[in-house]
């Protein structure tokens, strides 16, 4: 039996201890850690079997998206609750503390667990997206020397169709197509003509100015034996074609980037959800494995005193 200046020495060492058993709160995180990474292979292995290339085939991107949400917030529950309970049940028991401090312990136990975990997590995220940019970086360095290459070979071959490179070739062609089908074009004259339509589409207004639309119409009558009011219709008619080309070009872009930055917008508020989720259920399952720990009862409305007179009770029957 516990005489009541061993218990005070007893009661005193405890109070000198530290309130982290951080034995038991790295114990969690790696429970949480391993059950997360199982589950988001998991997820990954249902996502790429559910979504197809194929058009018309496989999950939407809706339904992709909503799945993935969801699952984000099962691995959060899950993980978290794992962690959450063995951080508060692996806790070495305090039988001198009031029932309020020990549970508010366990809370914080759980908690702890879920903010390693997180950090783990979040660290090997980072080291995997670098080695992914490394990765891609060497792929870059490599498609560029080969697209240099290829560039070099097919300079030739450019200069032989009088074409270039640039992406107003197929309107070049249809301004300088004749009607004679075997004739075929000055590589100077498309060029030329590719560079007054890259000068004009990058314009403010977008408008050929007068020099370059006569110059163009010239260069129409000439080359497809047409009078010089029908090359300039053509011109008018071909140039329109190609600036709305353009501007089909750049809303499609627009439209691609602002999906985008919603897409992301999304993203980070749900997975800001998921986690503060994960926080709570941390801390709620190691509160309950603290109260499996102890089979300890509410001590609501006691003294402190009472409390630890509760506690050397117990601990005087189990002896």
Same mark, same amino acid.
């Given at each position: 039996?516990?005489?009541?200046?061993?218990?005070?020495?007893?009661?005193?060492?405890?109070?000198?201890?530290?309130?982290?058993?951080?034995?038991?709160?790295?114990?969690?995180?790696?429970? @949480?850690?391993?059950?997360?990474?199982?589950?988001?292979?998991?997820?990954?292995?249902?996502?790429?079997?559910?979504?197809?290339?194929?058009?018309?085939?496989?999950?939407?991107?809706?339904?992709?998206?909503?799945?993935?949400?969801?699952?984000?917030?099962?691995?959060?529950?899950?993980? %978290?609750? $794992?962690?959450?309970?063995?951080?508060?049940?692996?806790?070495?028991?305090?039988?001198?503390?009031?029932?309020?401090?020990?549970?508010?312990?366990?809370?914080?136990?759980?908690?702890?667990?879920?903010?390693?975990?997180?950090?783990?997590?979040?660290? $090997?995220?980072?080291?995997?997206?670098?080695?992914?940019?490394?990765?891609?970086?060497?792929?870059?360095?490599?498609?560029?020397?080969?697209?240099?290459?290829?560039?070099?070979?097919?300079?030739?071959?450019?200069?032989?169709?009088?074409?270039?490179?640039?992406?107003?070739?197929?309107?070049?062609?249809?301004?300088?197509?004749?009607?004679?089908?075997?004739?075929? %074009?000055?590589?100077?004259?498309?060029?030329?003509?590719?560079?007054?339509?890259?000068?004009?589409?990058?314009?403010?207004?977008?408008?050929?100015?007068?020099?370059?639309? @006569?110059?163009?119409?010239?260069?129409?009558?000439?080359?497809?034996?047409?009078?010089?009011?029908?090359?300039?219709?053509?011109?008018?008619?071909?140039?329109?074609?190609?600036?709305?080309?353009?501007?089909?070009?750049?809303?499609? @872009?627009?439209?691609?980037?602002?999906?985008?930055?919603?897409?992301?917008?999304?993203?980070?508020?749900?997975?800001?959800?998921?986690?503060?989720?994960?926080?709570?259920?941390?801390?709620?399952?190691?509160?309950?494995?603290?109260?499996?720990?102890?089979?300890?009862?509410?001590?609501?409305?006691?003294?402190?005193?009472?409390?630890?007179?509760?506690?050397?009770?117990?601990?005087?029957?189990?002896?």
């Amino acid at each position: 039996m516990t005489t009541p200046t061993e218990y005070s020495t007893a009661t005193a060492h405890s109070q000198n201890r530290s309130g982290v058993s951080w034995a038991a709160v790295f114990a969690g995180a790696a429970g @949480a850690a391993a059950l997360s990474l199982i589950l988001v292979l998991l997820g990954a292995g249902l996502g790429f079997a559910a979504s197809s290339p194929w058009a018309g085939e496989g999950a939407s991107a809706k339904a992709l998206g909503v799945s993935t949400i969801v699952w984000l917030l099962v691995t959060q529950i899950l993980a %978290s609750g $794992l962690g959450g309970y063995l951080a508060g049940r692996l806790r070495v028991k305090w039988a001198s503390l009031h029932g309020d401090e020990v549970y508010f312990r366990d809370t914080a136990h759980g908690f702890l667990s879920w903010a390693v975990a997180t950090l783990v997590a979040a660290v $090997l995220i980072v080291s995997s997206a670098g080695h992914l940019a490394s990765a891609g970086a060497s792929a870059g360095a490599s498609a560029v020397s080969g697209a240099a290459t290829m560039a070099a070979g097919a300079a030739g071959g450019a200069a032989a169709s009088g074409q270039g490179s640039d992406s107003n070739g197929y309107f070049v062609d249809t301004l300088l197509r004749g009607n004679n089908p075997g004739a075929s %074009s000055e590589q100077s004259t498309g060029a030329t003509v590719g560079r007054i339509f890259a000068k004009a589409l990058a314009g403010n207004d977008g408008q050929l100015t007068g020099d370059d639309r @006569a110059y163009l119409a010239q260069l129409v009558a000439q080359r497809a034996q047409l009078s010089q009011a029908q090359a300039e219709q053509r011109v008018d008619q071909v140039y329109g074609q190609a600036r709305q080309a353009a501007n089909d070009a750049k809303t499609a @872009a627009k439209q691609a980037a602002d999906t985008a930055a919603k897409v992301a917008a999304w993203t980070s508020i749900w997975t800001f959800i998921a986690l503060l989720c994960g926080a709570f259920i941390a801390s709620a399952a190691a509160l309950f494995g603290g109260r499996l720990r102890d089979r300890a009862q509410w001590l609501e409305g006691t003294s402190e005193r009472d409390a630890h007179l509760h506690a050397h009770a117990t601990t005087a029957q189990v002896r």
